[in-house]
């Protein structure tokens, strides 16, 4: 498990990619801090699905910064979601623990 001082800025890399021919056209990307229970604490911008190809490899990702100072001491979960035209149309889902003391 990771671990921040308040002081510190949370990194968060992350990348989705897709293997093979079919792939989303549209979608989402949210990227969010959750407490034990599920809570979403922090939310960063929305970010549009914009695939990058390379043969059947299409991926996208991006390199986050939180400050931790925004958070209080505990344990938290960084997720990733990727969702297509809709909502329910879940594509993608992954999340990391971390702890902020």
Known sequence: MNRIERSEELLSLWQVCFVGAEMPSTGRIQRRIVDPDGQMVHALDELS?????????????????????????????????????????????ASAPFTVR
């Open 49 to 93: 699905l914009d695939l990058r190809s390379t043969g059947k490899l299409h991926c996208q990702g991006g390199l986050d910064r939180v400050a931790g100072g925004l958070l209080r001491g505990g344990g938290y979960r960084m997720e990733v979601v990727v969702e297509g035209a809709s909502a329910e149309d879940l594509l993608a889902k």
